[in-house]
């Protein structure tokens, strides 16, 4: 412990000055009733002998002025020794509680540590604490109470007062000490040169006033001056001054860690601080004096030195000798410099011996760069040749000059003036309007030959000396006259810190401003010196508006797409689209040419113009390529016209495009006459859709007739295709040829609607129903076709035997029911688009189910050009639909399908349409029914949430989970038969719903998405002896299910939404009840629309039977917000709605 790091601890405490709470004694270690340490653990610190003499000095009397201090950690006390001063000593302990530990002792003595008076300290204090302490203050302390409070606040103010003026004297001693070997500053020159010699160093060290009035060094080196605070024998300020010496000349803060017990240099100050404090000293008082026997007085004098060069005009050249001087005479020859940088001299006698000599202290007028020091000490001159005279004056003067005074104390050499620095600003000219500048100082002799090495940087970290920091600022200053400041010109200045930027790079207007503006104001400040590099162009604004011009040029090897050049011209110069285009997105105001021609982006033009381009190539299948246009994308190409801009088009691009633009599904196109003998007239409404496929066909475009649910699709499709048929007929005849066939792929149920509605619309149309492949009917395909025109096949059978339907030429492809296809990943939707045809048509009333993308998938069929790639679409469309709600691109999308897609509701064109009244009739579960569904909730909810963090992974095992609470909320007995006997309050409400409506006379049609729930359905009507038919995908006889319906035979229909939502044309009905909700609403309309289309002649009504506080409540909300989609897509006033369901969905369907 004696030596260890608690040692160590404790003697840097001991340096610091004394806490100032003092503790009484009643708060001491003793004041517990126990000892704070004992004997033997002062033995352990101090060692046997020292505690030896600690307790001769106790008894001795010899120690005062006890103290305890933070608490139980710190002991303070002064002990008096052989001298006339007692020694201040600092013990610190540690607190166990019970006892305290000794972690070491500091002393004032030249023993320093764990010495004699330590252990006499701590001898008095434990005596003191087994005698009574407990009961009242140390001897010689007075009670705390008992000072009157007046005397309490006057004692540390008197005692300050009496400690300031008294005390014993400190001084500082000065020697000559033997200097090392100079180190000669790096350079190529300085070989030519010898070293100079050593020299003397002058030190310092602290001193006292001993007993016999000289100054002595005991208890006072630089280690020491950290204990004399606690003594109080010392004059405080005195101490402050000679420790912030000590602070200067060590380089550190005054602490005794960095201080050496003898000597400090003035030579390696680096703070110039160091003049300010030997005068502080002399105020304070303190003695400085030299190290000899008669300790003679150091001198300071007040008169200034300065260094210069004396320059001497000789044969050979000239003669450069450094030359101090004091005041009006030269120094003497023995001089050493106080601080680095120099701020002062010390002189001394000559003679070799160097204790004993009077030292002189002189201040130099400035301070003095280190790099000049070997110079100055050198008695050798420089020589200049002559014929080097001129690169002197040029390259060097000016630096030395800033350095030093240059004098010619013979008149030899006449001094050329030197004038201030000069601002230079070097600009570059680049491509594209651009600038780049940077600032640089001229530094040089009037009439010089002028070099590089006259430049130097505008910012320089320079310690030499030369650089004229007053004069560049002033410079700096005056820049502002020209316009140049943070708030005008941020390029060139930083606003954060108000500097000049050193270099700097504009572009474009950027350029064009400076040039025509600050440029010009610089020139006529004449402050700075302006230099330029390559080809100055002469700026101008344009006289005319741009002139933007668009084209398409067919491609040879493609029908459906055309190159599109667009070309922007200003005065005849031709502009790069893409450079305009990057001015726009840099938020630029003007675009500035390479000519030198400028001109304002602010034309409207150019923003919608790149907002089309950009959405060209954002849905391109390659955005790298050249730009194109399908023929498809009429509106995008109809925006190009209303900017003003088309200036040629292909002839091809023309016919295919002119008689779509501004087509709406209101407007009028070329109308066109029925075919011959069409066994139907058709409504305004499907006149006109007849008139749109005959122009799609025509043309060869694609599209989507996506018609509301009975509004006659088929029949408007018919209409066309007979009208073609009967064309090519005629055109067969006289060229010996036969007609291609029209193909229609249709779920398998509507198969045989298509074939009857043919024989009825049309019935000179060839008709072939294709119910088996040609591999199953061990016949070809054209074998089974024969000279038929319309060709009507399965989805499935599409699939399955597809080589075949490929290997013949078809004049159209229609896809009846296109949802069926909506699977952009399903072999049917690839097949589809592979299917080589000139004419595609996609039919459909719900063209769009959850999400927008299923819409890209039918587009993709039919105009494969409008939007190229899936993911583009995605990205441009889809994302800001749905997860947006981008309003804008929403418009954006209808623009670009309106005249591709063909969408009428009955509310729109059929009026005649009786109405159709909707009701909700919400249903109570029964106490067991909810019961048993309260349970599957509960099970359900905790594994589907655990499973929906991966919603895609799970996907399949959430729905389920889904469906099952469903069916529960329908009939327990759907999802276990262990919960037969348990009601269904559904079944018990519909059997009063059919009751009433069959009372009355009303034809009732029944949907279920389940069949097992419409077998329970059976079964009740089975018992009550009602007529019915049912229909779902497993039935054979579809045809006469249907008739029975329809010819009266039965009053109910029990239909599966899957088997019966499309294809049925059912308005004998004018009841529909849904049994469960399904959150696709175009399924519930589907199944709806079997009754409310042409040809109902009465109201229908329709139930939707929804079970209370179940997840059929959850099902509505979310059908709500697939409806608006749809609607937002199809309709010009939808407002943007997501689409798809989500995991956020599920969470909500389960509560």
């Given at each position: 412990?004696?030596?260890?790091?608690?040692?160590?601890?404790?003697?840097?405490?001991?340096?610091?000055s004394?806490?100032?709470?003092?503790?009484?004694?009643?708060?001491?270690?003793g004041?517990?009733?126990?000892?704070?340490?004992?004997?033997?653990?002062?033995?352990?610190?101090?060692?046997?002998?020292?505690?030896?003499?600690?307790?001769?000095?106790?008894?001795?009397?010899?120690?005062a002025?006890?103290?305890?201090?933070?608490?139980?950690?710190?002991?303070?006390?002064?002990?008096?020794?052989?001298g006339?001063?007692?020694?201040?000593?600092s013990?610190?302990?540690?607190?166990?509680?019970?006892?305290?530990?000794?972690?070491?002792?500091?002393?004032?003595?030249?023993?320093?540590?764990?010495?004699?008076?330590?252990?006499?300290?701590?001898?008095?204090?434990?005596?003191?604490?087994?005698?009574?302490?407990?009961?009242?203050?140390?001897?010689?302390?007075?009670?705390?109470?008992?000072?009157?409070?007046?005397?309490?606040?006057?004692?540390?103010?008197?005692?300050?007062?009496?400690?300031?003026?008294s005390?014993?004297?400190?001084?500082?001693?000065?020697?000559?000490?033997?200097?090392e070997?100079?180190?000669?500053?790096?350079?190529?020159?300085?070989?030519?040169?010898?070293?100079?010699?050593?020299?003397?160093?002058?030190?310092?060290?602290?001193?006292r006033?001993?007993?016999?009035?000289?100054?002595?060094?005991?208890?006072?080196?630089?280690?020491?001056?950290?204990?004399?605070?606690?003594?109080?024998?010392?004059?405080?300020?005195?101490?402050?001054?000679?420790?912030e010496?000590?602070?200067?000349?060590?380089?550190?803060?005054?602490?005794?860690?960095?201080?050496?017990?003898?000597?400090?240099y003035?030579?390696?100050?680096?703070?110039?601080?160091?003049?300010?404090?030997?005068?502080?000293?002399?105020?304070?008082?303190?003695?400085?004096?030299?190290?000899?026997?008669?300790?003679?007085?150091?001198?300071?004098?007040?008169?200034?030195?300065?260094?210069?060069?004396?320059?001497?005009?000789?044969?050979?050249?000239?003669?450069?000798?450094?030359?101090?001087?004091?005041?009006?005479?030269?120094?003497?020859?023995?001089?050493?410099?106080i601080?680095?940088?120099?701020?002062?001299?010390?002189?001394?006698?000559?003679?070799?011996?160097?204790?004993?000599?009077?030292?002189?202290?002189?201040?130099?007028?400035?301070?003095l760069?280190?790099?000049?020091?070997?110079?100055?000490?050198?008695?050798?001159?420089?020589?200049?040749?002559?014929?080097?005279?001129?690169?002197?004056?040029?390259?060097?003067?000016?630096?030395?000059?800033?350095?030093?005074?240059?004098?010619?104390?013979?008149?030899?050499?006449?001094?050329?003036?030197?004038?201030?620095?000069?601002?230079?600003?070097?600009?570059e000219?680049?491509?594209?309007a651009?600038?780049?500048?940077?600032?640089?100082w001229?530094?040089?002799?009037e009439?010089?030959?002028?070099?590089?090495?006259?430049?130097?940087?505008?910012?320089?970290d320079?310690?030499?000396?030369?650089?004229?920091?007053?004069?560049?600022?002033?410079?700096?200053?005056?820049l502002?006259?020209?316009?140049?400041?943070?708030?005008?010109?941020?390029?060139?200045?930083?606003?954060?810190?108000?500097?000049?930027?050193?270099?700097?790079?504009?572009?474009?207007?950027q350029?064009?401003?400076?040039?025509?503006?600050?440029?010009?104001?610089?020139?006529?400040?004449?402050?700075?010196?302006?230099?330029?590099?390559?080809?100055?162009?002469?700026?101008?604004?344009?006289e005319?508006?741009?002139v933007?011009?668009?084209?398409?040029v067919?491609?040879?090897?493609?029908?459906?797409?055309?190159?599109?050049?667009?070309?922007?011209?200003?005065?005849e110069?031709?502009?790069?689209?893409?450079?305009?285009?990057?001015a726009?997105?840099?938020?630029?105001?003007?675009?500035?040419?390479?000519?030198?021609?400028?001109?304002?982006?602010?034309?409207?033009?150019?923003?919608?113009?790149?907002?089309?381009?950009?959405?060209?190539?954002?849905?391109?299948?390659?955005?790298?390529?050249?730009?194109?246009?399908?023929?498809?994308?009429?509106?995008?190409?109809?925006?190009?016209?209303?900017?003003?801009?088309?200036?040629?088009?292909?002839?091809?691009?023309?016919?295919?495009?002119?008689?779509?633009?501004?087509?709406?599904?209101?407007?009028?196109?070329?109308?066109?006459?029925?075919?011959?003998?069409?066994?139907?007239?058709?409504?305004?409404y499907?006149?006109?859709?007849?008139?749109?496929?005959?122009?799609?066909?025509?043309?060869?475009?694609?599209?989507?007739?996506?018609?509301?649910m009975?509004?006659g699709?088929?029949?408007?499709?018919?209409?066309?295709?007979?009208?073609?048929?009967?064309?090519?007929?005629?055109?067969a005849?006289?060229?010996?040829?036969?007609?291609?066939?029209?193909?229609?792929?249709?779920?398998?149920?509507?198969?045989?609607?298509?074939?009857?509605?043919?024989?009825r619309?049309?019935?000179?149309?060839?008709?072939?129903?294709?119910?088996?492949?040609s591999?199953?009917?061990?016949?070809?395909?054209?074998?089974?076709?024969?000279?038929?025109?319309?060709?009507?096949?399965s989805?499935?059978?599409?699939?399955?035997?597809?080589?075949?339907?490929?290997?013949?030429?078809?004049?159209?492809?229609?896809?009846?029911?296109?949802?069926?296809?909506?699977?952009?990943?399903s072999?049917?939707h690839?097949?589809?688009?592979?299917?080589?045809?000139?004419?595609?048509?996609?039919?459909?009333?719900?063209?769009?189910e959850?999400?927008?993308?299923?819409?890209?998938?039918?587009?993709?069929?039919?105009?494969?050009?409008?939007?190229?790639?899936?993911?583009?679409f995605?990205?441009?469309?889809?994302?800001?639909?749905?997860?947006?709600?981008?309003?804008?691109?929403?418009?954006?999308?209808?623009?670009?399908?309106?005249?591709?897609?063909?969408?009428?509701t009955?509310?729109?064109?059929?009026?005649?349409?009786?109405?159709?009244?909707?009701?909700?009739?919400?249903?109570e579960?029964?106490?067991?029914?909810?019961?048993?569904?309260?349970?599957?909730?509960?099970?359900?909810?905790?594994?589907?949430?655990?499973?929906?963090?991966?919603?895609?992974?799970?996907?399949?095992?959430?729905?389920?989970?889904?469906?099952?609470?469903?069916?529960?909320?329908?009939?327990?007995?759907?999802?276990?038969?262990?919960?037969?006997?348990?009601?269904?309050?559904?079944?018990?409400?519909?059997?009063?719903?059919?009751?009433?409506?069959?009372?009355?006379?009303?034809?009732?049609?029944v949907?279920?998405?389940?069949?097992?729930?419409?077998?329970?359905?059976?079964?009740?009507?089975?018992?009550a002896?009602?007529?019915?038919?049912?229909?779902?995908?497993?039935?054979?006889k579809?045809?006469?299910?249907?008739?029975?319906?329809?010819?009266?035979?039965?009053?109910?229909?029990?239909?599966?939404?899957?088997?019966g939502?499309?294809?049925?044309?059912?308005?004998?009905?004018?009841?529909?009840?849904?049994?469960?909700p399904?959150?696709?609403?175009?399924?519930?309309?589907?199944?709806?629309?079997?009754?409310?289309?042409?040809?109902?002649?009465?109201?229908?009504?329709?139930?939707?039977?929804?079970?209370?506080?179940?997840?059929?409540?959850?099902?509505?909300?979310?059908?709500?917000?697939?409806?608006?989609?749809?609607?937002?897509?199809?309709?010009?006033?939808?407002?943007?709605?997501?689409?798809?369901?989500?995991?956020?969905?599920?969470?909500?369907?389960?509560?």
């Amino acid at each position: 412990m004696r030596s260890g790091r608690c040692a160590e601890s404790v003697r840097s405490m001991a340096r610091q000055s004394p806490p100032e709470e003092v503790l009484p004694p009643s708060a001491a270690p003793g004041a517990e009733g126990r000892e704070p340490f004992s004997e033997q653990d002062i033995r352990g610190l101090v060692g046997t002998a020292a505690l030896d003499k600690g307790v001769a000095y106790a008894d001795e009397g010899r120690v005062a002025e006890l103290q305890w201090f933070g608490g139980r950690t710190r002991l303070f006390g002064q002990v008096r020794g052989s001298g006339r001063s007692p020694y201040a000593v600092s013990v610190q302990l540690r607190d166990e509680g019970d006892h305290s530990i000794l972690l070491g002792g500091a002393c004032s003595c030249p023993v320093k540590h764990e010495c004699k008076h330590v252990a006499a300290v701590l001898i008095e204090a434990l005596r003191r604490e087994r005698e009574g302490a407990l009961s009242g203050p140390f001897p010689g302390e007075a009670a705390v109470d008992a000072v009157p409070e007046w005397r309490s606040a006057l004692a540390p103010l008197l005692a300050g007062a009496e400690r300031s003026h008294s005390g014993i004297p400190l001084g500082l001693q000065f020697e000559l000490l033997p200097g090392e070997p100079v180190r000669r500053p790096p350079g190529r020159y300085n070989s030519y040169r010898p070293p100079p010699e050593p020299r003397p160093r002058l030190g310092v060290r602290p001193v006292r006033m001993g007993d016999r009035d000289r100054w002595v060094r005991t208890g006072t080196s630089w280690r020491d001056l950290g204990y004399l605070h606690y003594s109080h024998d010392y004059d405080e300020r005195q101490i402050d001054v000679v420790r912030e010496m000590q602070g200067l000349l060590s380089g550190h803060s005054a602490s005794s860690y960095y201080s050496p017990d003898t000597w400090l240099y003035l030579d390696q100050c680096r703070s110039e601080a160091i003049w300010a404090a030997l005068h502080g000293a002399v105020r304070a008082g303190i003695g400085l004096v030299m190290g000899d026997r008669d300790q003679t007085p150091l001198k300071i004098l007040d008169t200034t030195a300065t260094a210069s060069i004396d320059v001497t005009r000789t044969p050979a050249g000239l003669e450069l000798r450094s030359l101090v001087a004091i005041g009006d005479h030269p120094a003497p020859e023995h001089f050493g410099f106080i601080g680095d940088p120099a701020v002062g001299l010390y002189t001394w006698d000559e003679g070799d011996e160097l204790r004993g000599k009077a030292v002189t202290l002189v201040p130099f007028a400035a301070p003095l760069v280190s790099s000049a020091r070997t110079f100055l000490w050198s008695n050798e001159p420089i020589r200049i040749p002559e014929q080097e005279e001129s690169a002197f004056l040029t390259e060097h003067y000016q630096r030395l000059h800033r350095l030093f005074d240059i004098v010619s104390r013979d008149g030899s050499f006449e001094a050329p003036p030197v004038p201030e620095p000069r601002l230079g600003l070097t600009l570059e000219h680049t491509e594209g309007a651009g600038l780049r500048g940077s600032w640089w100082w001229r530094y040089g002799i009037e009439g010089g030959r002028g070099t590089e090495a006259e430049r130097l940087p505008l910012r320089l970290d320079d310690e030499s000396g030369y650089r004229d920091a007053e004069a560049e600022q002033r410079i700096l200053d005056s820049l502002g006259g020209a316009g140049i400041d943070p708030e005008s010109t941020p390029a060139l200045v930083s606003p954060s810190s108000r500097r000049l930027r050193p270099t700097f790079d504009l572009r474009g207007m950027q350029t064009v401003g400076f040039l025509t503006g600050e440029v010009e104001r610089l020139r006529e400040l004449g402050t700075v010196e302006i230099e330029e590099i390559g080809q100055r162009v002469e700026y101008r604004e344009a006289e005319t508006a741009p002139v933007v011009a668009v084209q398409t040029v067919a491609q040879p090897d493609s029908r459906d797409w055309f190159n599109l050049e667009i070309s922007v011209t200003v005065n005849e110069e031709a502009v790069p689209l893409a450079e305009i285009f990057l001015a726009l997105a840099r938020g630029d105001e003007y675009m500035v040419l390479p000519s030198g021609v400028y001109f304002a982006l602010d034309d409207e033009r150019f923003g919608r113009l790149r907002e089309l381009i950009a959405e060209a190539r954002e849905l391109s299948d390659d955005p790298s390529e050249t730009l194109r246009i399908s023929r498809f994308q009429s509106s995008l190409w109809d925006e190009l016209v209303e900017l003003g801009v088309v200036e040629a088009q292909a002839a091809a691009w023309r016919r295919s495009v002119e008689g779509l633009s501004g087509f709406t599904a209101t407007g009028a196109l070329e109308s066109r006459a029925l075919p011959e003998g069409f066994a139907v007239e058709l409504r305004p409404y499907q006149q006109l859709g007849y008139d749109w496929l005959s122009f799609l066909y025509d043309n060869q475009l694609g599209g989507v007739l996506a018609d509301d649910m009975g509004l006659g699709k088929t029949v408007q499709s018919l209409a066309l295709v007979t009208r073609v048929m009967q064309e090519q007929r005629a055109a067969a005849a006289s060229a010996g040829t036969s007609p291609r066939p029209f193909l229609v792929v249709a779920p398998t149920s509507v198969v045989p609607n298509w074939v009857g509605e043919a024989k009825r619309f049309a019935p000179d149309l060839r008709v072939v129903g294709i119910d088996e492949t040609s591999k199953k009917k061990r016949k070809a395909l054209s074998t089974m076709i024969g000279e038929a025109e319309l060709v009507v096949t399965s989805y499935a059978l599409f699939r399955l035997d597809y080589e075949s339907y490929a290997g013949i030429q078809w004049s159209g492809f229609l896809l009846d029911e296109a949802q069926f296809v909506k699977n952009r990943q399903s072999a049917t939707h690839q097949l589809a688009r592979r299917l080589d045809v000139p004419f595609k048509l996609a039919i459909t009333g719900t063209p769009m189910e959850n999400n927008v993308m299923e819409l890209w998938s039918l587009l993709s069929i039919v105009a494969p050009g409008l939007f190229p790639s899936p993911a583009g679409f995605a990205e441009y469309y889809q994302k800001p639909i749905e997860r947006d709600a981008d309003t804008e691109r929403l418009s954006q999308l209808r623009r670009r399908i309106r005249p591709l897609m063909l969408r009428r509701t009955k509310e729109l064109v059929a009026t005649e349409l009786p109405p159709k009244q909707e009701q909700t009739i919400e249903v109570e579960l029964g106490t067991r029914q909810r019961k048993v569904y309260d349970t599957y909730l509960a099970r359900e909810r905790q594994r589907v949430l655990g499973l929906i963090g991966d919603f895609e992974k799970n996907r399949f095992a959430i729905f389920r989970a889904l469906t099952v609470l469903r069916q529960v909320a329908l009939d327990a007995a759907l999802v276990d038969e262990a919960h037969a006997t348990v009601p269904s309050t559904k079944l018990d409400l519909l059997d009063e719903l059919l009751a009433d409506a069959l009372a009355e006379g009303h034809r009732v049609l029944v949907f279920s998405q389940f069949t097992r729930f419409l077998g329970r359905v059976r079964g009740r009507l089975d018992a009550a002896g009602v007529e019915y038919a049912y229909l779902d995908g497993a039935t054979k006889k579809r045809d006469e299910v249907i008739d029975r319906f329809r010819s009266g035979e039965a009053g109910v229909f029990l239909i599966s939404l899957k088997a019966g939502g499309f294809g049925l044309n059912l308005t004998e009905a004018d009841y529909c009840i849904l049994l469960d909700p399904w959150w696709n609403p175009a399924t519930e309309s589907q199944a709806v629309d079997r009754a409310h289309r042409i040809g109902q002649t009465r109201s229908v009504m329709v139930y939707r039977l929804v079970a209370k506080d179940t997840i059929e409540e959850k099902v509505m909300a979310l059908k709500e917000a697939k409806a608006a989609l749809f609607a937002a897509v199809m309709s010009d006033d939808g407002a943007a709605a997501t689409g798809g369901i989500t995991a956020e969905d599920v969470r909500e369907l389960l509560g």
